[in-house]
């Protein structure tokens, strides 16, 4: 199974989130729109990670709003 690497602020460490706890988001700003990925570690809490809006069309992930 393939896994993404996430950067931890609370541990200050990388960690690696399967797929299936990874969603893509679009987010929209003033300045334009902004493009994540969002994770879920094994103790529940949130990951994102910030990417190119190309790289983000490329990522077979489900879609969230």
């Given at each position: 199974?393939?896994?993404?690497?996430?950067?931890d602020?609370?541990?200050?460490?990388?960690?690696?989130?399967?797929?299936k706890?990874?969603?893509?988001?679009k987010?929209?700003?003033?300045?334009?729109?902004r493009?994540?990925i969002?994770?879920?570690?094994?103790?529940?809490?949130?990951?994102?990670?910030?990417?190119?809006?190309?790289?983000?069309?490329?990522?077979?992930?489900?879609?969230?709003?």
């Amino acid at each position: 199974m393939a896994s993404v690497e996430f950067y931890d602020v609370k541990t200050r460490s990388k960690v690696k989130i399967d797929d299936k706890n990874i969603t893509k988001v679009k987010m929209d700003t003033k300045s334009g729109p902004r493009y994540a990925i969002k994770g879920k570690t094994e103790d529940g809490r949130n990951l994102t990670k910030f990417v190119g809006a190309a790289d983000w069309e490329k990522l077979k992930y489900k879609e969230v709003k």
